[in-house]
């Protein structure tokens, strides 16, 4: 059976790492978002690959839930004392080289597709990952700063100022020009089940949707479409949705979410919806049901990965 997997950073890599348990023996593709990708000190960074990839790989940092175990601070610590800018974004030694060797490789022409697979050999995630697109596409955020309005990177938003500064609009820089890879749109349109892990809906999600050509695929595709509610009792389960969902008008809970995505009987995403048993929504069109959705290890994520599945008609 072949899996197709939405996913953003932490939370898709925490999903991921369910599917995987409950599939072993299927072909799983994640499709990851790659608008949180930024340029710093000169290195290509991509936050929700490396995430996915240490995540699957083991070497996560389980504790601080993002960046590698063993990680040291050394060159951060020498560019700030250099005042070299910008010195909110830490960048951990051993990250560094993931960022060099991507950088190098993509300045000798390779695709983003070819760089991160070449990466994904050492860290072996047992899962095909796919970034959305090998083109440039990075969210912006529309803030209120000093007194003027202006757009910051999503990174400058999300870390440096954790999302307190109000958002006003989200802005996919690029996203119009943007396509989605042949193996992205190959691995939707084979797919027997695609699955939405419980991602960020504005900037992961969102991020991924915003290809016209891989929205096209998920709408029109033959595989059911099952995603997984990232609201619990109207708070995210991990990240800030609740800052980013006020900003493009959706509600926060698991029925504005699947509302916001809609079913894809109307032209919108989902077949089937995963709630968390203290939730409830209706939404014509799409089955909805609830069962619990905390992450709490791999086994329960791989409970949720069964329902969803089972949602979509397929046994596991």
Known sequence: MRIAVLAGGIGGARFLRGVRVACPDDTITAIVNTGDDVTLHGLRICPDLDSVMYTLGEAHDADRGWGRKGESWRIKDELRAYGAEPSWFGLGDLDIATHLVRTRML?????????????????????????????????????????????????????????????????????????????????IVTADVVLVAPSNPVVSIGTILGLDDLREALVTGPAPVVG??????????????????????????????????????????????????????????????????????????ADMVRAAMHVAGVRV
Request: proline letters at 5%.
């Open 228 to 301: 997984v509610s990232p609201i619990v009792g109207g708070v995210p389960v991990r990240g800030m949705a609740d800052a980013c969902l006020p900003a493009i008008g959706v509600e926060v809970s698991a029925e504005g979410v699947a509302r916001h995505y809609g079913a894809r009987s109307a032209g919108g995403l989902l077949d089937g919806w995963l709630v968390h048993d203290t939730d409830t929504a209706h939404v014509e069109g799409i089955t909805v049901r609830a069962v619990p959705l905390m992450m709490t290890n791999d086994d329960a994520t």
């Open 107 to 187: 300045e000798a022409g390779y695709s983003l597709t070819d760089v991160t697979a070449a990466l994904c050999t050492r860290w072996q995630p047992g899962v095909s990952l796919l970034p959305m697109t090998d083109d440039r596409c990075e969210t912006h955020v529309v803030v209120e700063l000093a007194g003027a309005r202006r757009a910051i990177h999503f990174q400058e938003w999300w870390v440096r100022y954790r999302a307190a500064q109000p958002a006003e609009a989200f802005v996919q820089v690029g996203v119009d020009d943007a396509t989605a890879t042949p193996a992205v749109l190959e691995a």
